[in-house]
């Protein structure tokens, strides 16, 4: 039954009683846990101590650890002994202090300590060895008279009166505890009821990053603006254009989508601006494109950067002017489409390069929509498991499977290079291959996933040097990483780069001087197959 010290010595009414304890008593109020160990201020190095005596002590070469043993003592004595309340003794002769137990659903959350103080019955000789022992500890002479001195000297009735008043404490965590444990509970409850925010549409995710993108949505759909999506392969683009779309204004209006790299630049000319009959060859009759047929709704257009110039030029014509020309015609056609853009590319880098129009980026550009690889949100990676599990079973009429463990470790620690796309195929594969079995268990993984984070051995590295030069064995097992980074990331040099921490660039001059581009690969392997 952990209790959060930090809040409850913040609160009014405790800070209160302390003050009062420390004005009538002279004593210090502290806490400590189930477990005997002192929570809270007063080994701060900058507190202000109430009591002089406990100053001293705490000043002391072993002060702390004197308090602490006294503290641990005590928290066992109200443990073995099933007590609420006691009074007792100290380290140092005469001093006393009282402690009362916190008690939370039947259970001992801490204690509360009221210390030091001494009792009328004290005598010169017992004042004389506290005071011998205050100096064997390390106190000067005069700071031992001067803490002994400011020591409250308490009755019967006085200290009945401290007890009420540190119960008075106890009672007032004890309620404060409740209070906190009922707002949880119904922060609890709520979070339940609104387990949908999981997920935006048909994307889900717990994690910081999708929840920060779910808010941007929530602004972005109610919004008119050309949006850009930018992000690997897999990680769910065409879903933020699709909620985008069914969250907006236009959600009763089409959404047509079109991968502008899936055609060569005359067939993309007429998919979205359409032709006029006898526009060329095979143009048997007027034919609307896209940007026609999107009339009124939203048009998605994926892989904007693979377009060439001559393609962005058109398209920077219907997001400023709202017109565009078909092919083979004459008069423009007027059309009010919203546009939402996306690309796995580098955008800004290619302006450099001169391979996307600057002004085309800007007007793409107005809002914009950064979706995380999955290995960057790793914690939505079983939520997303748990989904295409219940949704690729329920289309063969099978229950959920379970997982393993050992299972879920691994499919956690794997990079996901192909994001959620790649995720909810091995998990239509791992369906098919466990057929009849409840549990899925790590040899039903694919082979990339149970090899990756295993350490290459020496031994286990066909061909690889242990004796010679360092400098060549550092570059023989630079050639094997990248190599067989390659090959994972399906020749995707920025990715590979990102996963090895170098620059692309750095990347490419190694690829080049090692000879492992694709061409180079095939190369060889043809020499080797004809030897």
């Not at 404490?169 to 009821?193: D, Y």
């Not at 290995?375 to 393993?404: N, Y």
């Not at 690889?464 to 994972?488: F, H, Q, V």
């Amino acid at each position: 039954m952990a209790i959060n010290w930090s809040e409850m010595r913040n609160l009014h009414v405790v800070h209160k009683l302390k003050q009062i304890l420390a004005k009538w008593f002279g004593v210090e109020l502290f806490y400590a846990s189930e477990h005997g160990k002192i929570e809270g201020y007063i080994f701060d190095k900058n507190y202000q101590f109430q009591n002089y005596f406990m100053k001293i002590q705490m000043n002391l070469l072993h002060g702390h650890d004197l308090l602490n043993n006294d503290v641990e003592k005590i928290t066992e004595y109200l443990s073995e002994n099933n007590n609420q309340y006691t009074l007792f003794d100290s380290f140092f002769p005469g001093v006393k202090g009282v402690a009362s137990k916190i008690v939370i659903e039947g259970e001992s959350a801490g204690t509360i300590f009221a210390f030091p103080f001494i009792t009328e019955t004290l005598t010169s000789e017992e004042e004389i060895n506290l005071k011998r022992k205050l100096i064997e500890c390390g106190s000067t002479e005069n700071d031992a008279n001067i803490a002994i001195k400011q020591l409250k000297s308490l009755d019967k009735s006085e200290k009945e009166y401290l007890h009420e008043l540190v119960e008075l404490v106890v009672q007032e965590l004890v309620t404060f505890h409740h209070e906190i444990e009922k707002r949880e509970a119904r922060i609890l409850e709520l979070n339940s009821e609104l387990g949908t925010k999981y997920r935006y549409h048909t994307m889900i995710g717990k994690s910081k990053k999708m929840q920060l993108i779910y808010r941007m949505l929530e602004r972005i759909c109610k919004s008119e603006s050309t949006v850009l999506i930018q992000g690997e392969n897999g990680t769910g683009k065409e879903l933020v254009a699709k909620a985008v779309h069914y969250n907006s204004s236009r959600k009763d209006a089409v959404l047509l989508a079109q991968n502008c790299s899936a055609f060569n630049d005359n067939l993309l000319d007429s998919e979205l601006f359409g032709h006029v009959r006898g526009a060329f060859t095979g143009a048997i009759k007027d034919k609307k494109g896209l940007f026609e047929m999107a009339h009124g709704g939203t048009l998605f257009l994926d892989e904007i950067g693979d377009t060439s110039l001559t393609m962005q030029v058109k398209l920077l014509r219907v997001l400023q002017e709202g017109t565009f020309l078909p092919v083979g015609a004459t008069q423009p056609r007027k059309v009010n489409v919203r546009i939402i853009a996306a690309t796995n590319r580098d955008l800004k880098g290619m302006i450099v390069k001169g391979e996307f129009r600057e002004d085309l980026y800007y007007r793409i550009n107005v809002l914009n929509v950064l979706l995380p690889p999955l290995r960057e949100r790793k914690e939505d990676i079983s939520i997303l498991f748990d989904h295409f599990m219940e949704k690729k079973c329920a289309e063969i009429g099978q229950p959920p499977k379970l997982i393993s463990k050992k299972c879920l470790e691994k499919i956690i620690d794997y990079s996901w290079p192909g994001n959620v796309r790649e995720l909810e195929n091995e998990i239509e594969r791992i369906i098919v291959l466990a057929g009849d079995s409840k549990t899925i268990i790590p040899e039903m993984l694919s082979q990339k996933i149970l090899d990756f984070g295993e350490p290459v051995t020496m031994m286990g590295q066909k061909g690889l040097r242990t004796s010679g030069s360092l400098k060549d064995a550092m570059e023989e097992l630079e050639e094997i990483m990248i190599r067989e980074g390659l090959k994972r990331c399906n020749f995707n040099k920025s990715r590979l780069a990102k996963e090895l921490g170098i620059s692309r660039a750095s990347l490419i001059t190694k690829v080049e001087k090692y000879e492992l581009d694709k061409r180079s690969l095939e190369k060889k392997k043809k020499m080797l197959t004809a030897v």
